[in-house]
């Protein structure tokens, strides 16, 4: 595998089950993202993990829930979601730590989520 | 407040036509810029990106963008479209923390 990863590439959950999202980069990059799209709105920053630590938390409801085990590795966990969550959810890492705007990232195909 | 504005929502060309997608930016300090594309069912892949130097910058697929920063903008370009440019286009600006402000995107539909 090359790039970034994510895992499932499409997921249908109630609104009161417990998932995960996957995201594996095998790009030997320091940082890694979470991003929402929705239709209508612009991308939206939601997580940011640099050497494994999380450095920002975009106001995300607590019903998202991020982990970062390792460099390579991030997880999403969702629980009692919404309707209105449903949306494309993008990783992407970068090479650099915190506070790298130059950095390029590189973004996996996305986990579509419907929540019914 | 630092943002960036896609001004057209969706753009239909012929192909072989040229194109030019807008993007203006609002950043208080020296803006990283960057343009991606989205194909459908796919995540998103660096056509180009800007620093410094050169203000016009090249870039995969034939695109190119210039850097005008007394218009605060950043737009897009492509002398000759092909039917597989259609896809969906995002400006972004590099943010404090690492992360990519984006605008809403331009979609690109290419007419035969």
């Known amino acids: 595998e090359t790039g970034v990863t994510q895992t499932p590439r499409h997921l249908v959950m109630g609104m009161t089950n417990k998932k995960s999202l996957k995201c594996e980069q095998h790009?030997?990059?320091?940082?890694m993202y979470w991003y929402k799209q929705s239709a209508k709105k612009p991308l939206e920053l939601m997580f940011v993990?640099?050497?494994?630590?999380?450095?920002e938390n975009n106001s995300v409801p607590s019903r998202f829930s991020p982990e970062c085990p390792n460099s390579s590795h991030l997880f999403l966990h969702l629980h009692t979601l919404q309707p209105e969550d449903s949306a494309l959810y993008l990783c992407?890492?970068?090479?650099?730590?915190?506070?790298?705007?130059?950095?390029?990232?590189?973004f996996g195909p996305g986990t579509r989520l419907t929540v019914l | 407040a630092q943002s960036v504005t896609q001004p057209d929502i969706h753009i239909t060309v012929s192909e072989g036509a040229s194109l030019e997608l807008r993007c203006n930016y609002s950043?208080?300090?020296?803006?990283?810029l960057f343009w991606y594309v989205q194909s459908p069912g796919q995540g998103l892949q660096l056509l180009l990106k800007?620093?410094?130097?050169?203000?016009l910058v090249q870039g995969i697929k034939g695109f190119e963008a210039e850097f005008k920063r007394s218009q605060s903008s950043f737009n897009l370009r492509k002398p000759s479209v092909h039917w597989s440019d259609a896809a969906e286009y995002f400006c972004?600006?590099?943010?404090?923390?690492?992360?990519?402000?984006f605008g809403k995107g331009t979609k690109l539909s290419v007419k035969p």
């Open positions: 992407a890492s970068s090479q650099g730590t915190s506070g790298g705007r130059t950095d390029t990232q590189y």
């Open positions: 790009l030997g990059h320091n940082a």
């Open positions: 993990y640099s050497l494994e630590e999380r450095v």
């Open positions: 950043y208080g300090a020296t803006p990283y």
């Open positions: 800007y620093f410094s130097g050169d203000t």
């Open positions: 972004a600006v590099g943010a404090t923390q690492g992360n990519l402000i």
